[in-house]
């Protein structure tokens, strides 16, 4: 195997190992955060700050393996002569430097704590995801929201996770303080799950060439 074979086994193989098992610990912890709330159940102070520790690993590594994939598919673009790669090194020189960019966001929004700081990185970082995956060597099913293949994609459900991860992680103290925030929060975060769970399904479609 080459290294480009490699880094293309980097994204799923991190998905699997990492993302998937802190999804389920978030969730758990979730859970024991609202008994908690609701007075079910007594549970540690420390379970809602673990939460959303779990909640933040989540998010910056949901964004790192998104931009291994993108990487890899502007690498193998750029070293396969039989793909047309435009632009030559200095496209390709700006495209890793917009995902170094974007790496540098969400590890700036997991940090910061003002709130126009955290809404600027967070849409810094979405930005960056969906500029690099509207390039030309990004598999997508289609672009077109009126068509099924577009709710198939693999791209466009990751790009909506991202988004909702994004958006959770920039809000953390909001959701702290507010109801209507939190219920918000639960919403999009059951929406997150299925996402998920279609990610694992689309993924494994477009691994087998289907």
Known sequence: MTAINWLALLHPVLMILFVYPVVGATIRLGILVRERRLGITKQLAAVPVEHSDHGRWLTVAVV????????????KAWFDPALAFSGGLQRLALLLLVAAGSLGSVLALAQVKRPPLRAIFALLTWAGVLGLGSEPEIWRLSDNPFSAGFWGSHYWSGVLLTGLLLFSLAARPEIHSSVRMRRLHVTSNVLVAI????????GTRDLLGY
């Open 64 to 75: 790192v393996v998104v931009l291994i994939a993108f990487v890899y598919s502007f690498l």
């Open 195 to 202: 996402l998920l769970a279609v990610q694992a399904i689309s």
